[in-house]
């Protein structure tokens, strides 16, 4: 309940710097505007994107980097991802996903291919 009062507040403030955002770098004549927001799909800002791309792990390697990060009891690990939108529910919202288990060096090939893969929907890849 304080989390969702919480974010009724802050995420349509969030929304709207974030449209200003966009409309800089469209101004600026910018091809591209990256948007990083872990809440994209909860807070329903697909709008204000033309493509979403996901990164996703495992539940048990989440887990385990929650622990290790945060200090936190697996239980507790556990319980803050099922508060989360599930795996699932993201790939199914998005145009392109990644997964982050392996080396940042896969991570960043997968970028790549991603990257490009969409970008041939529009008509090339450089």
């Known amino acids: ?21 966009v409309r800089e770098a469209d101004a600026q004549g910018k091809a591209v505007c990256v948007l990083d927001a872990a809440v994209l799909l909860e807070a329903g800002w697909q709008d204000m994107v033309h493509e979403v791309w996901t990164a ?15 200090g936190l009891t697996e239980e507790a690990a ?7 939108m599930s795996n699932r529910q993201r790939v ?25 893969s969409s970008r041939a929907a529009l008509g090339g890849c450089d």
């Open 1 to 21: 309940e304080q989390l969702k009062r919480l974010t009724d507040i802050v995420w349509p403030k969030i929304a709207q710097m974030v449209k200003e955002r």
């Open 56 to 70: 996703i792990i495992p539940e048990e390697e989440a887990v385990r980097r929650i622990v290790a990060r945060d």
């Open 78 to 84: 556990r319980r803050r991802l099922q508060s989360q």
């Open 92 to 116: 199914e919202q998005s145009q392109v996903v990644l997964c982050s288990l392996w080396e940042p060096e896969i991570t960043r090939q997968q970028v790549s291919w991603g990257c490009c």
